[in-house]
C-alpha cells in the first residue's frame, strides 16, 4: 500500500484538505482496503507530512462512515458488506428521487433541458458502460443539488458520495436489463422537461426497483462487491 505524496506541498488548497483528499481516493480505490488497519504516523510519513492533517482528514472519514476509530486501540478502514451495494443504490434512488422534488419545480425552461439531457446520459451509458453510467448519476445528481435550493440536501449528497463511491466500486448496479433503465430515464427525463416533479421522483425509484410493487435493489445487486474485488 502506497499513497501518492506528488508535490503535496505546492497544492493551493489547505494541507489537511489535500491529505483528505488523497485518503478519501485511497480508500475509494481499494489502496487503503476494508478491514485494513492503519497508523496515523505511518500515512503522515507516506505523504511527508506531520501527523496533524493525517488526524484530521481520518476524523473527517470516520464522520463519513468510512474510517472506524477506537480510542487507544486501533483506527481502520471500515468493511464493505454484501448487503451495502443494495443499500446504497435504494439511498441513491430515494435521495436522487427527494432531489427531483425540490429541484424540478425550480427550474426554468432551459435548466429542465439540461437536467433532462443529464438523466438521459445515465439511461445510454447503463447500455454500454457502467462505470459511465455511475460518473452520471453522480453529475446527475450534484445538477439536482445546485438547483435544489436546499443546503441540507446539497449537503448529504456531497457527504454520502464518498461511501457511495466506494460501497458501489465506481459502477452502476444494473438492477434491470439495460434497456429498460434506458426506457426508465427517458421517461424521467420526459417528466422533467414537463415540470412534474412527483412523476419524475416515481420514474426515479422505479428505474431503482423502489417504486411500488418492486423488490427494491438489494437481491439485484448483492453480488456486486464479490464480483469487484
Partial sequence: MELR????DQQPKRLADIVYDRLCEAVVDGTLAPGQRVRDGDLAEQLGVSRMPVREALQRLERQG???MVASRFTRVTDVTPEMPGQSIEFIGYLLGIGLRFAVPRLDEGDRAKA????RKIGTEAVRDPEAAYAATMAFGTFLAEHSHNPLFSSTLADAGLQLTRNLRGTFPLVKDPAELKADFDALADAIERDDAAAAE?????SLLLGPGQPGPAGAVAHLWDDKK
Avoid at 5 to 8: C, G, L, V
Avoid at 202 to 206: G, K, P, T, V
Fill in 202 to 206: 416515481e420514474h426515479m425509484r422505479q
Fill in 66 to 68: 468510512l474510517i472506524q
Fill in 5 to 8: 505524496n506528488t508535490d503535496i
Fill in 116 to 119: 433532462a439531457k443529464l438523466a
